[in-house]
């Protein structure tokens, strides 16, 4: 790194570590709501009711854990009157951790919908489309937390292509469905459940989006429409995809 | 800058010398007329000089040289009667500096009384006018010929700006005007600062960044006598362009 | 051994205090020994008559021949006309050196040539401003070489020095920010430099001339041979010889007369008490203006 002759030795601040231990935080508590979205999937598919209430039980935490990043960050914000990237850390920190909230809220909703499987149900086609589909948002929110914890802008920005992949997941998942619940009517309470859980699939994958567009306005100050193309908001059943 | 803002002053490859030493280098600069411009920075960095050069103050030092241009509505300050030019271009000083000897009422009509040659009721309305503008008309209505020495500080402030604003300039320049104050005596200044906006174009020295960000709509940042951003403030305190200037409003040095 | 120390160290603080007290001693006696026998001589001739009558022709006091007094009208007068001459001259000049060297000259070398020469001339013993005052009136015209208009330029450049030295620290006492926020309000220079702040140096600039015109009241040398004789008959004009009353006790003191002589223990107790009344003056606007200047 050449050194700038200008520029003066720059001192680690305390407050290096707080903005740290904020992140930290943040990523932290999006993993429990990360977990709470894998075990509400599992708990719907297996038709498991004690891991539904379980993941139940854990929206305390949830709610908790959101609370007091907020109230963290506006201590940060009050005591140290951060500028710059300090403050777009903050702000955007508090935008995130209510995207965060969300996705564990929709592990939880999912979980809400569990009950056993014992008679028919979807085919293990659509039913391999949905794990899927759960392998791809876990794994988007687990890069978006990887780029915040990391500061990779990079990571994030990646985010946005596999956003469209979800898109088309979740078109094919609901055709799908529609299909079968005329094939196959007696599953027709399921299959309606699995619209709601296709759907609440892809807002997992758009709040991490969110997440992962905070975490580049932290890091670069750009806001989404400086490098995002406007896309042109489509039906859902549109034909052309 | 703002479409619908034009430029006021401009400074033109302006460097300012102690004998020898270059205290500030080559600054290139729009001030925004009526709106306020903060400049910022460390101490030794140039902005008490910079501001002095913009009414022709600094060159009044033993030693002192100014190289460039400062242009007032298109004309160099530099081709034009010093005297004159700080008509124009007044000053309020880190430090209140009333005229003790003077009266409340003298020291805000001295302007009136040295510079021109005006009859008492005109004066009296100027130094009311001047006064109110100043949000002090109110605190010393009573006792106009009271000695300026028995106000408080913040009060002797509102007065230099008040005597500031009866010589009518069009740009008014502040080198750290709440240093000297106390929380509350900042704050009326600074909501003072807010309202003076409406009829001068404002430049104001801080080392408080806070302040630059509740004040102005323009920030310069300056370092070891270069002018190194300059931006609308919200962007500066935002979303800095220049390392440097991150580093500065992060506390990371100075 | 430690008490030995100790002592010795308090015995010899003790004889300091003591011997200083002795100087103080010694100093005042002299001062306390004039002033009581101006106080007792002086006062005797004290009466109204003292300062309305002219003084009369010398004479000796005998017993059955009159010796009046008469009084030391024209010595006052002389010494008014003198002052009054004189402060004319060095008051403005005085005044202006001084403006100039703190508010133009600031640093440059003319200042401290001004600064300088003044301090030297504070020096000259007084009778050399006598003697360049008589040669330069020779130069020119030799009719009024023993005139008023000669002493009054003798005492001037005694005064010259005083008035610019103490107006230079007056004009120095006023803080550079009174001419700054006189700058900044597009006031030019020169007014600045007379309006404002002279004006806010006055009391210091009065002061400056009552000590210069007190030290010109009480001098004689510089008078012998400037002012001539004029002293026992009405003064004329300033053009003709004059009087002053430090030249008149000189001249009283050593004349071997009984009326002169009172006369000039008079005249001193008179000179003391001006002198002392111009510095309890000046001391008083100097108090006034620090308390106005820094209260409030």
Redesign the interface.
């Known amino acids: 790194m050449t050194e700038d002759p200008l520029s003066p030795s720059e001192a680690p601040r305390g407050y290096d570590l707080e903005v740290r231990h904020l992140t930290d935080r943040a990523a932290r508590m999006g993993e429990w709501a990360l977990q709470m979205v894998h075990d509400g999937w599992r708990a719907f598919d297996q038709g498991d009711r004690q891991l539904a209430q379980n993941v139940l039980d854990r929206n305390g935490r949830l709610d908790r854990l959101d609370d007091e990043m907020e109230h963290a960050v506006i201590a940060f914000l009050v005591l140290r009157q951060p500028a710059a990237v300090d403050l777009r850390t903050a702000a955007g920190l508090l935008k995130m951790t209510t995207h965060m909230d969300r996705i564990g809220r929709l592990g939880y909703d999912m979980g809400r919908l569990t009950t056993p499987v014992t008679g028919p149900r979807e085919s293990p086609e659509l039913r391999a489309l949905l794990q899927k589909m759960d392998d791809v948002v876990e794994s988007m929110v687990h890069q978006a937390l990887e780029g915040l914890e990391q500061g990779r802008v990079d990571l994030a920005r990646d985010l946005f292509h596999r956003d469209d992949e979800v898109d088309r997941m979740n078109r094919q998942a609901q055709r799908m469905v529609i299909g079968e619940i005329g094939t196959n009517p007696a599953a027709a309470a399921r299959l309606a459940n699995l619209v709601l859980v296709t759907r609440h699939f892809e807002r997992v994958a758009d709040n991490a989006c969110k997440i992962a567009e905070k975490t580049i306005y932290a890091i670069t100050g750009q806001r989404r429409t400086e490098y995002l193309p406007r896309q042109a908001p489509r039906l859902l059943y549109d034909e052309t995809s | 800058m703002a479409a619908l803002e034009s430029t006021k002053m401009s400074v033109d490859h302006l460097s300012a010398y102690y004998g020898e030493v270059r205290a500030v280098e080559n600054i290139n600069l729009q001030i925004a007329e009526r709106q306020a411009t903060a400049i910022i920075g460390p101490s030794g960095c140039g902005k008490s000089t910079l501001i002095r050069c913009l009414n022709r103050l600094h060159e009044t030092l033993p030693g002192a040289r100014v190289e460039g241009k400062v242009l007032l509505d298109g004309e160099n300050l530099y081709d034009l009667d010093a005297t004159l030019v700080r008509r124009r271009v007044g000053m309020v000083f880190q430090k209140p500096n009333p005229f003790a000897t003077m009266s409340i009422y003298g020291n805000v009509s001295a302007p009136l009384r040295f510079n021109s040659r005006l009859p008492g009721e005109e004066m009296d309305r100027i130094v009311l006018h001047s006064l109110k503008r100043a949000a002090l008309w109110d605190e010393v209505k009573d006792r106009i010929d009271a000695p300026a020495t028995s106000l408080s500080g913040g009060q002797q402030q509102r007065l230099c700006i008040a005597r500031s604003l009866a010589a009518d300039p069009e740009v008014l320049l502040m080198d750290e005007p709440c240093s000297a104050l106390d929380p509350i005596a900042t704050a009326k200044i600074e909501e003072l600062i807010a309202q003076l906006k409406t009829d001068y174009t404002v430049v104001i020295v801080t080392h408080n960044m806070q302040q630059a960000a509740r004040v102005a709509d323009y920030t310069a940042f300056m370092y070891l006598g270069k002018l190194v951003e300059f931006s609308p403030t919200e962007d500066l305190f935002e979303r800095p362009k220049e390392h440097l200037t991150e580093a500065y409003i992060t506390g990371r040095f100075g | 051994m430690k008490f030995d120390r100790h002592g010795r160290r308090k015995i010899f603080s003790h004889s300091m205090t003591v011997l200083s007290g002795l100087a103080v001693v010694v100093i005042l006696v002299p001062l306390v020994a004039v002033i009581y026998e101006a106080v007792v001589q002086g006062g005797a001739a004290f009466s109204v008559t003292f300062f309305t009558q002219r003084p009369a022709n010398p004479c000796v006091a005998h017993p059955g021949i009159a010796c009046p007094l008469g009084g030391v009208y024209t010595p006052i007068e002389g010494t008014l006309e003198l002052i009054g001459l004189a402060s004319l001259v060095a008051v403005p000049i005085g005044i202006g050196a001084a403006v100039f060297t703190v508010e133009y000259g ?2 440059r070398a003319i200042a401290r040539v001004i600064s300088t020469t003044a301090d030297v001339l504070s020096g000259v013993p007084s009778i050399l401003a006598g003697i360049f005052a008589f040669t330069l009136f020779l130069q020119f015209d030799k009719a009024i070489v023993n005139s008023t208009l000669d002493g009054s330029l003798a005492l001037a450049v005694l005064m010259i020095p005083i008035v610019t030295r103490t107006c230079e620290e007056a004009l120095r006492t006023v ?1 550079e ?2 001419r ?10 020169w ?1 600045i430099s007379v ?2 702040v002279l ?2 140096a006055l009391p210091g600039v009065v002061t400056g001339v009552l000590l210069s015109v007190a030290r010109a009241a009480g001098e004689a040398a510089p008078l012998l041979f400037t002012v001539g004789n004029g002293c026992l008959h009405p003064l004329q004009g300033i053009n003709q010889q004059g009087c002053a009353l430090p030249l008149w006790i000189y001249w009283g003191a050593t004349s071997a007369t009984t009326n002169w002589t009172t006369l000039a223990w008079g005249a001193a107790l008179l000179l003391i008490l001006m002198v002392l009344a111009i510095s309890v003056t000046s001391r008083l606007v100097l108090n006034r203006w620090v308390r ?2 820094q ?2």
């Open positions: 600031r640093n803080p920010s009174v700054e926020a006189a700058l900044a309000l597009g006031i030019s220079r007014k309006r404002i004006a806010a106005r200047t209260g409030g």
